[in-house]
């Protein structure tokens, strides 16, 4: 009872001094994690692996930094999966402008994990050249750091993105002095390049209307991309066989979102166009759209972090999803030995008042 | 690393052991850091505007394309700017009615359908799919029940007693299945956001594992 | 005039776009449905974010005037406020060093490097305390009073247990010690499966349930938006 009593009276921080140690041990222990996919997540793995290639897939970013831990290993998961299976991805942020920059962070990071695999020959030729090792020593550049930059310069070469050429101009003329440069048009139908295989448009105000609008003309309704460049000016949306005119080409939208977003992505996209809608959500929100699961108005759900770490398994990618699991674990024993021992102390309490 | 992600990574670091620092007691880092995010923000926000829409939407089409006909649309969302002055301020209701008007008007059907009617109809057909095994025609059962008892539960116009006190009271028990569901979600997402933290701690900044 | 005309535009526009969806007409197509709703409705909300901005700028003037509480901190916010707007708009998108931009929003520019290592960071642990609060409340305020709070302690506990790794540990263990014995007992650790159920059925039906109230009555709130007895958008009373 006393013990009880003294718990009961325990200053907080030490509980939540408790909650700290009990996260971070597992992340120290890097105990192995295995997780067995549920099949909400399966269901929406399935469905784009057995998508053609060449048809879209529409992430929505409807969350802020607030929930970048639950949704952002979910959006780089999707990417990848999508630019693997040589989906064409775009990415729209419509809730939250500050969803503008997470959104690019998950898309770039996963196009630049890909052409990296995809041109892991020539990063690894280009690193062993004199002239480039005499460059890195230089400037002081790890190889990881210098097989970024060497990427960046390479794919900007396709892309035709002078920015990024400028700001590497003269790593741009080493490769070119060692005659890397030049090699990279072999792998042109490979790597997956801007305005073809990817395209971010970034923070549009206004969902419903943007919503509605991709439904008839995604390029004219949008106008830019995140960078502000005309997507007319893309192969993705100029092409008269391959173009990404509305949802009729794009296989499924999905809202990762942690707000109500998903309501108007399900009234139009889905009742009002009859295109497939999938989700990942927070795993707050999660339990309300259980419903449309069911009734099969959604082709998937991904569940909070758990979600992101299913996914992660399913296309062999550990991502922070999967490190976080252990750590969960942990905590939510915490979590139910406190409400344990709270409810024998209030249970102890009560029988002590009666007497 | 180059210096400018190690100061970045840094920075982060100081940042979120400023808004961390919160749990040991209200303190100047803390407040620092709460006003500095919702400055931060609001200039971000308006970054955004300003390329993605503002350019896009409106400088360019009706500067560079010529498209006057959009001084339409561009005269009644200056009425926006009605609240600088007291006399102007009722202008704000405008464009504020036209958003509410066509909005409510355009979504109430589809709101309607998507909501209701689909879910509505879902709740019937599920006694209909093919291959359905004895546990798939209890769960069939098991839903319809609770659909029906928790809509039940919330019809105050009838009194609560006798057969309809029963249906209200399976129905209260559907009910705290569902919200005790919500509620082990609701711990789980939010020790998810704390461990995103910590693997960022550990991870990114301290390089502490890999 | 300054409440009627504000009323009469949203029962006319409400009671002419309730009839959009059912009309495929051309006129309702390109002009009511594409450049009305879509095309003009998204340039006329750009505007809104002016409004956004001033409340901010003048909370904080007023703060910093008067003196009022912590107005050093109001300091901070506009400061805060008007790097942002000033890097993104006001400056040249120039190299700045070997891989930052001085100007612009694009990635690897001075406002994306702010966003990513200074408001990410801040945003997230924000809301990542919660998870501290709630293990404090856990231990204090989650009591099993009666069956109803029992069950949904119970159900939390099992849906906890459920989504994590341990959940499925925990069945595998006793999937082990279950044998090849004919009686499945290990099937009641088996917490994914369970949850998995719960979430699906027992869920799914009352969150059904309760959709259909929430949607009944944001319909009902636009009807009475529509027609004028809801009124409290209109703020103010003039």
Redesign the interface.
């Known amino acids: 009872m006393n013990f009880f009593k003294w718990l009961s009276n325990i200053d907080r921080r030490w509980i939540y001094l408790l909650m700290a140690v009990v996260i971070s041990i597992p992340i120290f222990i890097r105990a192995p994690v295995k997780v067995k996919p549920s099949p909400d997540v399966t269901m929406l793995y399935d469905y784009l692996e057995n998508q053609e290639e060449g048809m879209g897939v529409l992430l929505s970013f409807d969350y802020s930094p607030d929930s970048l831990a639950e949704l952002q290993p979910m959006a780089k998961a999707l990417s990848y999966h999508a630019l693997s299976k040589n989906l064409r991805l775009m990415g729209i942020a419509l809730s939250w402008p500050s969803a503008a920059g997470l959104g690019i962070e998950a898309i770039k990071s996963q196009v630049d994990i890909i052409n990296s695999e995809v041109l892991k020959d020539l990063l690894d030729s280009a690193e062993q050249n004199e002239e480039v090792k005499t460059y890195a020593a230089e400037k002081k550049l790890a190889s990881e750091g210098l097989r970024k930059e060497i990427l960046y310069v390479l794919i900007a070469k396709l892309e035709k993105d002078k920015e990024i050429e400028e700001r590497y101009s003269e790593l741009k003329g080493v490769l070119e002095k060692a005659r890397i440069s030049s090699e990279i048009v072999t792998y042109e139908k490979e790597v997956r390049l801007i305005g073809r295989d990817w395209c971010y448009f970034g923070y549009k105000p206004g969902y419903t209307q943007m919503i509605l609008g991709m439904g008839t003309d995604i390029a004219t309704t949008l106008s830019t991309d995140y960078k502000g460049t005309s997507l007319l000016k893309y192969e993705m949306f100029n092409s008269p066989t391959e173009k990404m005119k509305n949802y009729d080409n794009i296989a499924v939208c999905i809202d990762l979102a942690a707000g109500g977003s998903l309501g108007s992505w399900l009234a139009f996209v889905n009742t009002k166009f009859g295109r497939p809608v999938a989700t990942g959500v927070t795993a707050v929100m999660a339990a309300d759209y259980y419903p449309y699961l069911q009734s099969k108005q959604i082709i998937g759900l991904l569940n909070g972090m758990r979600g992101a770490a299913d996914y992660e398994t399913l296309i062999g990618k550990p991502g922070r999803g999967l490190s976080g699991m252990s750590s969960q674990s942990a905590a939510h024993i915490l979590i139910i030995i406190f409400i344990i021992l709270g409810n024998i102390g209030y249970f102890l309490g009560k029988k002590g008042g009666e007497k | ?2 210096v ?1 992600n190690f ?3 840094t ?3 100081i ?2 052991l ?3 620092s ?3 007691k209200d303190n100047p880092f803390y ?28 400088i ?2 009706v500067f560079n394309e010529r498209q006057y006909i ?1 001084f ?3 005269f ?3 009425f ?2 009605g ?2 002055h007291s006399k102007t ?2 202008l ?25 009617f ?6 019937i057909n ?1 006694f209909t799919q093919s291959g359905m095994d004895a546990w798939d025609v209890i ?1 069939a059962i ?6 029906f008892s ?2 039940v ?2 019809f105050f116009s009838w009194k609560h007693e006798g057969v309809v006190g029963w249906i209200a009271k399976v ?30 701690l ?2 990114d900044w301290l390089h ?2 890999k | 005039m300054k409440r009627s005309v504000p009323l009469a535009i949203v029962l006319v526009t409400g009671i002419i776009y309730f009839f959009v969806p059912f009309m495929t007409n051309r006129f309702t197509m390109d002009f009511l449905y594409q450049t009305i709703l879509v095309d003009w409705m998204k340039i006329m909300g750009v505007f809104a974010i002016v409004m956004s901005i001033t409340s901010l700028v003048r909370r904080n003037v007023y703060k910093i005037q008067r003196k009022v509480g912590d107005y050093q901190y109001s300091w901070v916010e506009l400061i805060g406020m008007a790097f942002m707007i000033t890097v993104s708009i006001f400056l040249p998108q120039t190299p700045l060093g070997k891989n930052m931009l001085l100007g612009g929003i694009r990635e690897g520019s001075v406002y994306d490097w702010v966003f990513s290592n200074i408001q990410v960071p801040m945003q997230a642990t924000m809301f990542s305390l919660l998870a501290f609060y709630i293990a404090s409340a856990a231990y204090r305020s989650f009591r099993a009073r009666n069956a109803e709070a029992t069950l949904l302690l119970i159900t939390a506990g099992i849906v906890m247990i459920g989504r994590v790794p341990l959940g499925e540990d925990i069945y595998n263990f006793m999937k082990g010690l279950n044998g090849d014995a004919s009686f499945r007992w290990s099937e009641i650790f088996n917490f994914q499966g369970i949850t998995q159920f719960i979430l699906d059925i027992p869920n799914a039906a009352t969150k059904r349930a309760i959709g259909f109230g929430v949607v009944m009555g944001m319909i009902a709130t636009s009807l009475k938006i529509m027609f004028g007895i809801e009124k409290s958008w209109l703020g103010g009373t003039e």
């Open positions: 690393m180059s400018m100061i970045g990574t920075l982060a670091a940042f979120t400023a808004v961390f919160f749990l040991y407040k620092f850091a709460e006003h500095l995010l919702v400055g931060l923000s609001v200039g971000y926000y308006v970054g955004q505007i300003w390329h993605t829409a503002f350019i896009s939407w409106i360019n089409p959009l339409i649309p561009i009644f969302g200056l926006y700017l609240f600088i301020v009722w704000i209701r405008i464009p504020i009615a036209l958003s509410l008007g066509i909005g409510s008007g355009y979504g109430i059907s589809y709101s309607f359908q998507t909501s209701i689909i879910q509505l109809r879902e709740t599920v769960k098991l839903l319809v029940v609770g659909v928790a809509i539960y919330f129905g209260i028990y559907f009910l705290m299945i569902g919200f005790g569901a919500s509620f082990g979600l609701t711990v789980m997402g939010r020790i998810s956001l704390l461990i995103g933290r910590f693997l960022f550990f991870q502490i594992i």
